[in-house]
C-alpha cells in the first residue's frame, strides 16, 4: 500500500514564477491537509480539503497560495509569483476518515532564487 | 488546541527504553494526545495516540496520566534509526479543526550505540 506521495521532492522556481506542489494521498484517503516548515521553524497547518471542498483555509497566506482537491487526480497546491519567503518545505497529509491520524508524504522542497 | 511542553533534547543509549514526556495541563476531555516522529529530511510519521486509556503499538507505547495533564511516550528498545525529533500533540476531537496538528518545538531524540 503506498503511502502519501508528493512531486516534485525539489522544486527550484525563480522570483515572480509559479510553483505547483502536486499530492497523491493514500490510496482510500478523502482528506488531504497541507503543511508548511519553514528552515529551522516547525511544521505550520495551511489548509484542509476533502474532495472537491476546502474545509479549513485558516492557515494559508490570503494571497498567492490556493489549493484544490479535484474528484480525480492528486491536490494541488499551487503559489503564484514565488518570493524568496516562500522557500521552505511543504508537506501534504492525507487521512481515510476525519478522526484518524493523518499520514504524511515526504515533502516538496521548494527554493526560490 | 491545548499548548504542549516537551524537554528539548534527550540522550539515550542502544536498547534502552527511551520516555519522551509530554506536558498538557490545560487539556480538555475531548482533546486527544498524538505522537509523532520527524526523522531529518522525512514527512512526519505517525507514532500512536489516545484520550485517556494507555495504548500500545508495534512501534511505541503511550502513558496518560489518571488527570490527563501529562504523557509519556516510551520507545522499548531503542535503535539508531529512533533518532528523531518526536512531537506530542494535543488534537481536538472534532470539528472542521481536526486536521490542525500544531507542532511545537518537540524533543530531538538521539540514540548513541
Given at each position: 500500500?503506498?503511502?502519501?506521495?508528493?512531486?516534485?521532492?525539489?522544486?527550484?522556481?525563480?522570483?515572480?514564477?509559479?510553483?505547483?506542489?502536486?499530492?497523491?494521498?493514500?490510496?482510500?484517503?478523502?482528506?488531504v491537509y497541507w503543511?508548511?516548515?519553514?528552515?529551522?521553524?516547525?511544521?505550520?497547518?495551511?489548509?484542509?480539503?476533502?474532495?472537491?471542498?476546502?474545509?479549513?483555509?485558516?492557515?494559508?497566506?490570503?494571497?498567492?497560495?490556493?489549493?484544490?482537491?479535484?474528484?480525480?487526480?492528486?491536490?494541488?497546491?499551487?503559489?503564484?509569483?514565488?518570493?524568496?519567503?516562500?522557500?521552505?518545505?511543504?508537506?501534504?497529509?492525507?487521512?481515510?476518515?476525519?478522526?484518524?491520524?493523518?499520514?504524511?508524504?515526504?515533502?516538496?522542497?521548494?527554493?526560490?532564487? | 488546541?491545548?499548548?504542549?511542553?516537551?524537554?528539548?533534547?534527550?540522550?539515550?543509549?542502544?536498547?534502552?527504553?527511551?520516555?519522551?514526556?509530554?506536558?498538557?495541563?490545560?487539556?480538555?476531555?475531548?482533546?486527544?494526545?498524538?505522537?509523532?516522529?520527524?526523522?531529518?529530511?522525512?514527512?512526519?510519521?505517525?507514532?500512536?495516540?489516545?484520550?485517556?486509556?494507555?495504548?500500545?503499538?508495534?512501534?511505541?507505547?503511550?502513558?496518560?496520566?489518571?488527570?490527563?495533564k501529562s504523557s509519556?511516550?516510551?520507545?522499548?528498545?531503542?535503535?539508531?534509526?529512533?533518532?528523531?525529533?518526536?512531537?506530542?500533540?494535543?488534537?481536538?476531537?472534532?470539528?472542521?479543526?481536526?486536521?490542525?496538528?500544531?507542532?511545537?518545538?518537540?524533543?530531538?531524540?538521539?540514540?548513541?550505540?
Amino acid at each position: 500500500n503506498a503511502g502519501v506521495m508528493q512531486n516534485p521532492r525539489h522544486l527550484v522556481r525563480r522570483r515572480g514564477q509559479e510553483a505547483r506542489l502536486r499530492c497523491s494521498p493514500m490510496k482510500g484517503h478523502s482528506h488531504v491537509y497541507w503543511y508548511r516548515q519553514l528552515p529551522e521553524e516547525g511544521l505550520k497547518f495551511m489548509v484542509y480539503l476533502q474532495k472537491e471542498n476546502i474545509i479549513d483555509e485558516s492557515g494559508m497566506p490570503k494571497e498567492r497560495f490556493s489549493a484544490e482537491f479535484p474528484k480525480e487526480g492528486p491536490s494541488i497546491l499551487r503559489i503564484q509569483q514565488v518570493v524568496r519567503g516562500d522557500s521552505a518545505a511543504y508537506f501534504c497529509a492525507s487521512s481515510p476518515e476525519l478522526r484518524s491520524p493523518l499520514h504524511f508524504g515526504n515533502g516538496t522542497r521548494l527554493t526560490v532564487t | 488546541d491545548a499548548k504542549t511542553t516537551q524537554p528539548t533534547s534527550m540522550d539515550c543509549a542502544e536498547g534502552r527504553a527511551a520516555n519522551l514526556p509530554c506536558n498538557h495541563s490545560t487539556i480538555s476531555g475531548n482533546e486527544y494526545v498524538y505522537w509523532y516522529r520527524q526523522i531529518h529530511s522525512q514527512g512526519p510519521q505517525y507514532i500512536i495516540h489516545g484520550l485517556k486509556n494507555n495504548e500500545t503499538n508495534e512501534m511505541a507505547s503511550l502513558i496518560i496520566t489518571e488527570d490527563r495533564k501529562s504523557s509519556t511516550l516510551i520507545l522499548p528498545h531503542a535503535t539508531l534509526r529512533d533518532t528523531a525529533v518526536y512531537y506530542c500533540i494535543v488534537r481536538v476531537g472534532g470539528g472542521t479543526s481536526y486536521g490542525k496538528l500544531t507542532f511545537g518545538q518537540g524533543t530531538i531524540l538521539t540514540v548513541h550505540p
